[in-house]
């Protein structure tokens, strides 16, 4: 599993001892796992309820309860309650959505096995109400949410006190470049893309990891 994006492993073994991670789109957390063990604190976010089970199990097996605060919610552009859409109900399943029926490619899920209703925040939101711990890296992989979720981080993304983001994007979506500028916008001086050669073709050939950094 850890094979299939060196380059996020890459970044995760750069970033600062002790720093704070938060990994949004934890899925059953191979990543949060990987970051506790290698002593950053992470802050992992997952919202499919399967999924959410798995990854705290992970947590307490590897003894990182002290390194790792697991959260179960959706994160978007705003506080509200609506619908998350699964594709399947599989533990460690991906290709999943909130408020809209739609995919990694923004197009409509044609097969959903069915949906619930949970909460949702932007991240701006979320430190506001809550005071997690503040974020220094943020890692987010969300199969087609990630304008939403960058769009309710402005203030986030602009502090200081954020080093560097990793987030997948898919370079074919039309608002591609939308995304670019709002994150270059909040401080953000230089950029990077990568994937694995496994990727080059098929389906997922048009989505890369954005690795973004500060300074």
């Known amino acids: 599993m850890l094979s299939k994006e060196p380059e996020t492993i890459e970044w995760l073994n750069s970033l600062d001892k002790g720093a704070v991670l938060w990994d949004i789109g934890a899925?059953?957390?191979?990543?949060?796992?990987?970051?506790a063990d290698a002593g950053l604190d992470v802050v992992a976010i997952e919202p499919m309820p399967s999924n959410y089970y798995?990854?705290?199990k992970n947590i307490e097996v590897n003894n990182l309860s002290e390194k790792v605060s697991a959260f179960c919610f959706a994160l978007t552009n705003?506080?509200?309650i609506d619908f998350f859409y699964i594709s399947t109900s599989q533990i460690g399943s991906s290709q999943n959505s909130f408020k809209e029926n739609i995919g990694w490619d923004y197009k409509k899920m044609e097969n959903v096995d069915y949906k619930h209703s949970t909460i949702g925040m932007s991240i701006d939101s979320f430190i506001k109400l809550f005071s997690p711990k503040f974020p220094n890296y943020i890692k987010i992989?969300?199969?087609g949410l990630e304008k939403r979720i960058i769009?309710?981080?402005r203030e986030t993304l602009s502090d200081p006190r954020l080093k560097s983001m990793l987030v997948e994007l898919n370079t074919a979506w039309e608002d591609y470049q939308d995304i670019l500028?709002?994150?270059?916008g909040c401080g953000f001086t230089r950029w990077e893309k990568k994937r694995s050669e496994e990727f080059d073709n098929g389906e997922m050939k048009d989505v890369y990891n954005h690795i973004f950094f500060k300074g």
Not at 181 to 184: K, S
């Open 181 to 184: 500028n709002f994150v270059l």
């Open 27 to 35: 899925n059953v957390g191979i990543y949060t796992i990987y970051a």
């Open 141 to 143: 992989d969300v199969d």
């Open 54 to 56: 798995t990854l705290t």
């Open 151 to 153: 769009l309710g981080a």
């Open 78 to 80: 705003e506080v509200c």
